[in-house]
């Protein structure tokens, strides 16, 4: 998808409604519940976004750098005073990272845009060192299979977002890290049409393992089936044996 000015400012103003901060105050909660941002963690946000799904790790006091798909959408975030973010602009399935460089790496509004969806995902476990969270639009959401009901993304991009079910996300993980531990669940339930009064109704059901609503998040920890030792491979002169090439002892103490 091509984002351009007019998108992201639709993107914005959507941000900027009672509904979409009620749609922001709900993914926060999932995302607190099953990602957990800690204070001095360095965070990468991944996706579509001009600011507004940022806010909520910087009040739990992360580190955060955001990967986005144009330009368009930093300029955005800046007339809206978005501050103490690091932004980048980037294709979303090729991080500009090192290995192991965020604690946290969040993709929101990532995998709906992008048909490499595999390759985002082994991009987010590549530059994480800790856990990954991935946030999504619910297939199997009721919500989303009314014909009227609102949406987590602007009307004109409606059609054009892709959505997943947990089942599909569960096999692109683990095709990657096999059989790893993975806390899922989603909220928003309920079109926001239906008034402000059903919020105390959403607000009581439980979020995790439920596949019914229309935002869909998991994370998982990353884990690694080989181990960097920090030692000096040489140490004095004469270790290599150039004719015999023989393998050096002690440069690996072992694969997990």
Known sequence: MIFDQALAEELSRLYGTEQGQYLASRQEKLIRLLARPGRGERLLCVGATTGESLAP????GCLVTALVPASCLVEAAKRKTVQGVDFRVGPVDDFPFSDDEFDLVVLLAALEFTPNHRRLIDEAIRVCRDRVFIGVRNR???FLLGKNSASL???????????????ELLSLVRSNLGAVDVNWGSNIFFPWRLGKKIANIESRIPLLKNPCGAFLGLSFPVSYRYRTVQNVIVSGPGVFNEKGRAPVQGLVRGVK
Do not use: D, E, W
């Open 57 to 60: 790790f910087l009040g739990f």
């Open 140 to 142: 199997c959401s009721p």
């Open 153 to 167: 993304f602007p009307k004109t991009i409606r059609r054009q977002v892709r959505s997943y079910h947990i089942a």
